[in-house]
Every structure is written in C-alpha cells, then in structure tokens.
C-alpha cells in the first residue's frame, strides 16, 4: 500500500477462505475500544482465576466475602493499571534469518496480537468497517478455516500495516 493510500484511510483487499475482504486501517476510536475489550478480558480472566481457587481452597463461609473483595478490587481497574506482558518479537536479521527478541508489551497490544480472543477482535474491528454487518462469530469461522490459526495470524499482520501511521509529504 503507498504511504498516500493509507494516509487516506484506504484498505487493502486480502482473500478469506471463498472471499474477498476489505481490510480498513484502525483508528485511535478502534484502539481505544480494543483497549477496553482487552482490559474486559483480563478482568473476566483474573476474577474467574480467584473465584476458581477460592471454590477450590476456602471455605464455603468465607467464600462469598473473599470473591466480592475480589470483583470490587478489579471492578474500578482502567486500561492505565493493566500489566506489561514479556513476550518475543520475531526480527528480521539482515542475513535473512529471523531472531526473537523479548521484550515487553503493554498488555492491550499483546492481547490483540498474541492471543486468540485479541487477534480475533483486532481483525473484526478492521474488516467490519467496510462490512458492518459482519459478526465476530462469522469473522471467526471464516478467519479460523479448518481449525488453523495461520490466516488469522497473517490477517493480523496486514491490519498493522494498514493501520501502521506514516508520515505523508515533504
């Protein structure tokens, strides 16, 4: 994609099983709101986890009290006190092979990227916008063909580089 093309908000078509999408870059009204997704994410994830030893460990007239300490704690939590997350990052090396470097993502953007909720929701913000009936189970199924992650990875990387923001002119 040139530089113009995306600066104009242009996408770029990609195939999906039997069709063609249209892939739109996303904006910072897209990003904030797969913040507030992913933050939703790791709310629900670390409440279950506690409720999950709590049933396991405590007893049952504790139980109640502990978990709604619990969902209180995490129910004022803001995409601000979301946790960096270590990951790697596949470089291309100059020689042509690849080398993972670790480093840390703010946890939104390792979400998005790294798992299969976040993955999922980034490419359906992108492809909705030029289909707005497109449901995030339809954008599964057919992002998920066969059982296979490959084209959902690949349709990850084409929405950061159509979203990718570049400098346009002199």
Known sequence: MSD???AAGSGVTQQVGQETWELLPLDLKDLGALERQALKSYKDQ???S???MYR???PPKELVAEIKKVIDKYAVMDVDALP???TLIPEKQTD???KETQTKLPYAAWWMTKTFDGMLHFVWYSARKAKPGMTLDECAAKTTIGGGQGMLNKLVDVVEETS???LVGN
Do not use: F, M
């Open 56 to 58: 396991k460990y405590l």
């Open 46 to 48: 670390t409440v279950e």
């Open 164 to 166: 990718r923001p570049t």
């Open 84 to 86: 960096e997350k270590d």
């Open 50 to 52: 506690y409720v999950e």
């Open 4 to 6: 113009l093309a995306q």
């Open 96 to 98: 042509g092979s690849v």
